[in-house]
């Protein structure tokens, strides 16, 4: 079957910086993405990865390696608006998007 | 900036009534999603359409929920009598769903409609 962990719940705290790591196994690759859904919201895009390697996107920067079926999202400078859930989807053989169940992320000043 | 549009926001309705959710996907986008999302998880895809025809709907249970997107713009989704297990956000989503980007294929979320059966 298909599966992507990801840790349920992380606390970190306000200025600092924190790693949200997901593994995945799936059907054929072709592509993961973040995801960032506040409480209650729907879910906006963050980043999306298909080779190997750090993609940086201000604060936010997103890892991938394929041979070890592991990607992470890393946030800097963390502000109190980042408490969100951070949800790792993976696009399989049949480009159909494979989603985790989110890690909650809780920012504390 | 385009945004997914869906209306209601929030639903509140008695088991064994009808509901319906509309959704209007970002214009130009091909793909329309319908998922379900039970707090705490990851969306879970109902159906998805590719212009007006369904792609996938082995998610969807048929017997009580049904979805349509007549003219391959706007779609709706109903469910038929609900139940108390419906209790969920229903989230639509779009993405341009055409040409080689197929792999790049990024989704774009509407604001999610909140229903709740009692």
């Known amino acids: 079957g298909q599966n992507i962990d990801q840790p349920t719940e992380m606390t970190a705290t306000e200025g600092a910086i924190v790693q949200i790591n997901c593994t995945y196994q799936?059907?054929?690759?072709?592509?993961l993405f973040w995801y960032q859904q506040h409480a209650g919201e729907a879910p906006t895009f963050l980043s999306y990865?298909?080779l190997d390697g750090l993609e940086e996107k201000g604060r936010f920067s997103s890892f991938l390696s394929r041979s070890k079926g592991y990607s992470y999202l890393l946030l800097k400078e963390l502000q109190m608006k980042d408490s969100a859930s951070y949800l790792c989807?993976?696009?399989?053989?049949?480009?159909?998007?494979?989603w985790g169940a989110g890690t909650k992320l809780i920012i504390k000043p | 900036e385009a945004e997914v549009a869906q209306s209601p926001r929030y639903k509140i309705t008695e088991k064994s009534q009808a509901v319906a959710f509309w959704c209007d996907p970002i214009?130009?986008?091909?793909?329309l999603y319908w998922y379900r999302q039970i707090l705490g998880q990851g969306p879970e895809l109902l159906v998805q359409?590719?212009?007006?025809?369904?792609?996938?709907d082995s998610q969807l249970p048929k017997d009580r929920f049904s979805a349509e997107r007549l003219k391959g713009v706007d779609s709706t989704l109903k469910i038929q009598p609900a139940e108390l297990g419906d209790s969920a956000m229903y989230l639509c989503?779009?993405?341009?769903?055409?040409?080689?980007?197929?792999?790049?294929?990024?989704?774009?979320f509407g604001p999610g409609t909140r229903l709740t059966v009692l």
């Open positions: 799936t059907s054929g690759f072709n592509g």
């Open positions: 359409f590719q212009d007006e025809s369904v792609v996938d």
């Open positions: 989503a779009s993405s341009l769903g055409q040409g080689e980007g197929l792999a790049t294929d990024t989704q774009y």
């Open positions: 214009s130009g986008h091909a793909t």
């Open positions: 990865n298909v």
């Open positions: 989807a993976v696009r399989d053989s049949n480009y159909q998007l494979i």
